[in-house]
Nanobody, 124 residues
Framework: QVQLVESGGDLVQPGGSLRVSCAAS????????MGWFCQAPGREREFVAA????????KLADSVKGRFTISRDNTKNTVYLQMGTLKPEDTAVYYC?????????????????WGQGTQVTVSS
């Protein structure tokens, strides 16, 4: 059974930093591209970042370029999202996802497995 478990969500002040993690089990982690999406209340789930199987390629949404980075550790079956210069509009539930497409993509349908999400709130 495939499981993706996010952790690290928290309440953070504007301008602060946070790292969220996603631990995977039940799949050959290094065979999957990994992505992060976010969903704020009343909005569609949106792409944030993705990383290829062996970390050779990353993709970031324009809204987070220069502020967020994505990385993975295939020895720990874990993907990370380092979030910096956080803004109130970054407040959302953050989901990780695993996908088997040839190239990393920013589309939800390209991902096969999803976690349950972790809440990130940016507020003073």
């Amino acid at each position: 059974q495939v499981q993706l478990v996010e952790s690290g969500g928290d309440l953070v002040q504007p301008g602060g930093s946070l790292r969220v993690s996603c631990a995977a089990s039940g799949l050959t982690f290094s065979s999957y591209n990994m992505g992060w999406f976010c969903q704020a209340p009343g909005r569609e789930r949106e792409f944030v970042a993705a990383i290829s199987r062996r970390s050779g390629t990353t993709k970031l949404a324009d809204s987070v370029k220069g502020r967020f980075t994505i990385s993975r550790d295939n020895t720990k079956n874990t993907v990370y999202l380092q979030m910096g210069t956080l803004k109130p509009e970054d407040t959302a539930v953050y989901y990780c996802a695993a996908g088997s497409t040839t190239q990393i993509v920013a589309l939800r349908y390209a991902y096969d497995y999803w976690g349950q999400g972790t809440q990130v709130t940016v507020s003073s």
